[in-house]
């Protein structure tokens, strides 16, 4: 193939690359190849990958390739490359979680998720960067350098974390879907900062197996691609009971991509305004509102939903997090605190001011502010908000204004997708417009819990309206 052709491979939604491969337009081998090349190109500047697979990867579309041959197509994703958070463990490959303490780990074993995207004849292309230990929302690494957002060439700006290489590389094209983990947004923040569409499950959705923890009753694993369909083909993969994590459900998997209709007529969508849409900047607040006019037109009920229990969501998920986090670090806090980077170094020692007593207190106020959500969803069937509350911030950008006045970066940025962390219902976050500096806007889509469905049918239907979705950046 051409060059130019080549490059628009790593433009393809994974649905498209599969079908594409099914029926032989293009091989495993040709994609793939395709995305080891952009990767040697761009990543040099983006950062979005800690290890890169090259030889493994070429080695399993060749075999992908011979089972094509002869017929055997493993599903969708037969022969589609990915590439997952450094914190999911890979057999043979080194999983860091971002850390210096684990620069040199290497897993005996797949974790559960990447072993059933493996069934499913999915590639690793590599393994990417990240927050270390997960431990931040802004997706800063001082051991493998920060990722780069490729929607401003000249600035640093964050890609939002944790899961900032995946942002950075879903959105540049460098790989065309990847998983993320999601303890207060690592997820959605940087799927909203980057442009991508990215989808955090209820609590017990997903097994978490095999993947380095955070917080243990507040993490969850999803997929980040560049579409809904994209997300449902990856969660159709990844859902489901896991024997090896006891918190997974028994619940059964749907299809999700067939609620993929196009259509959300009929449904009941709230728009969440305090504490949420009001708190964001102007130019977010304008298009996550208009993203809820354009849903209303295409036919769905749209009213104003109030919740006042997100109030005391950050201070119980901080004292949660911060006091799980340590009994996880605990050893190694003792051992080689030197070989953290200072910021979660300073956020692990944070968990030791934490009582039982106040462990206990943010664990009770859970069951309440779950409750709230969940009456405000019996009577619709998804909430609608702005993802983050501004759009991407400069490297060392300290505060920054809301609505509601002067915030600290890191306490915006994790300030709307937290309260459901804590309260384990299903968000996805999709983008919903730019700013007028061209960066990205998201809007998050809230669904009853074990109703991702629903969610991802709202989103789909949304990029069906329009395009955000489909731009590239600036610096790709």
């Known amino acids: 193939m051409r060059s130019a052709e080549t490059n628009e491979l790593c433009w393809l939604s994974m649905a498209d690359l599969g079908r594409m491969i099914a029926t032989k337009e293009v091989s495993p081998v040709e994609v793939v190849r395709a995305h080891l090349d952009r990767i040697s190109a761009l990543d040099a500047r983006l950062r979005a990958f800690i290890t890169v697979c090259a030889d493994s990867a070429l080695q399993s579309a060749r075999a992908s390739e011979a089972d094509l041959m002869a017929g055997k197509v493993a599903g969708p994703l037969h022969g589609v490359p990915w590439a997952p958070k450094d914190l999911y463990s890979t057999k043979g490959v ?59 060439a000249r600035a640093h700006r964050i890609t939002g974390g944790s899961s900032s290489g995946s942002g950075a590389a879903v959105a540049a094209g460098l790989a065309p879907g990847s998983l993320g983990s999601d303890t207060g947004g690592s997820i959605r923040i940087p799927a909203s900062l980057c442009g991508i569409t990215g989808l955090k499950p209820t609590y017990g959705r997903v097994s978490r197996a095999g993947v380095l923890p955070l917080a243990w009753s507040m993490d969850h694993v999803g997929p980040m ?10 969660l159709n993969a990844i859902a489901g009971y896991d024997p090896a ?5 028994v619940l059964p998997v749907p299809d999700y991509t067939a609620a993929l209709r196009g259509d959300v007529k009929g449904l009941r969508v709230g728009l969440l305004c305090a504490h949420f849409t009001d708190v964001a900047t102007a130019e977010v607040r304008a298009a996550v509102e208009a993203a809820a006019e354009q849903l209303e037109r295409a036919g769905a009920i749209l009213d104003e939903v109030n919740l006042a229990g997100v109030l005391h969501v950050a201070a119980a998920s901080s004292a949660i997090v911060a006091s799980e986090a340590l009994a996880y670090h605990a050893g190694w806090m003792r051992a080689r605190p030197q070989d953290y ?20 207190r943010a664990q009770q106020l859970r069951a309440l502010v779950r409750s709230e959500i969940d009456d405000a969803l019996a009577k619709r069937d998804v909430l609608l908000a702005p993802a983050t509350p501004i759009p991407a911030p400069v490297l060392g950008e300290r505060e920054t204004t809301l609505g509601d006045g002067t915030s600290d970066v890191r306490a915006a940025l994790i300030r709307l997708t937290r309260p459901f962390n804590y309260s384990g219902h299903p968000a996805a976050a999709a983008p919903c417009g730019f700013t007028a500096g061209g960066l990205p806007i998201g809007l998050q889509i809230v669904g009853r819990p074990f109703d991702e469905a629903t969610v991802l049918r709202v989103v789909d239907a949304y990029q069906r309206l329009t395009d955000w979705h489909t731009r590239r950046p600036s610096a790709a």
Request: net charge neutral.
């Open 94 to 152: 080194r999983t860091t979680g971002g850390s210096k303490i684990l620069g040199d780990s290497v897993p005996a074993a797949d974790a559960t998720v990447v072993a059933r995207l493996g069934a499913a004849g999915a590639i690793v292309l590599g393994k990417l960067n990240m927050h270390e230990f997960a431990y931040g929302p802004e997706g800063l690494n001082a051991h493998y350098g920060d990722a780069r957002n490729p929607w401003d």
């Open 225 to 234: 691609t560049r579409t809904a369909r994209d997300c449902a083909l990856m």
């Open 245 to 249: 994590d006891p918190t997974t459900s």
């Open 341 to 360: 980077q200072p910021d979660v170094r300073e956020r692990l020692r944070m968990g030791a001011f934490v009582s039982g007593a106040h462990y206990v």
